[in-house]
């Protein structure tokens, strides 16, 4: 009886189909209203973000000195051994070598988002 209904037109399941099938052209549509809404939200949560990212505290900055710094000084450790191993004749260690060529990109990672902020900030403010 059910399908007879909805073959005829005569059942609620009808109208939910039409309504929805309405409902999903509509939002495939966007409007310049929905745009200046959705405008409207992106930049109110911007604003949010950048207010929470300028109240930095000192646990974030600790926390990024205890990460970056064991990970540049074993890599400038290690740069340093072995130009004072080929100084003293012992030659290249290449143990050593392949290690400074892998840490090289975390180490140098490392500084620029330790040091990066701050270059950024003083380059912002000679520039403006």
């Known amino acids: 009886m059910s399908v007879w209904g909805f073959l005829s037109g005569n059942s609620k399941s009808v109208e939910k189909v039409v309504d929805a099938g309405i409902s999903g052209l509509d939002k495939l549509v966007f409007t310049d209203e ?3 809404d959705y405008h409207a939200k992106l930049q109110k949560l911007h604003l949010q973000f950048v207010q ?3 109240n ?3 646990t974030q900055s600790i926390s990024r000195r205890l990460i970056c710094l ?3 000084y074993s890599w400038l450790a290690m740069i340093f ?3 004072w191993f080929e100084v003293w004749g012992f030659g290249e260690v290449k143990s050593i070598t392949f290690a400074i060529s892998q840490m090289s990109v975390p ?3 490392a500084i620029g988002f330790y040091v990066g902020r701050h270059l950024a ?3 912002n403010k000679k520039k403006g």
Do not use: F, G, Q
Request: aromatic share 4%; hydrophobic share 50%.
């Open 107 to 109: 180490a140098l990672a």
């Open 56 to 58: 930095e505290s000192t």
């Open 81 to 83: 051994m072995n130009v």
């Open 34 to 36: 929905e745009r200046a």
């Open 121 to 123: 900030s003083d380059w």
């Open 52 to 54: 929470i990212s300028a």
């Open 70 to 72: 064991p990970v540049v």
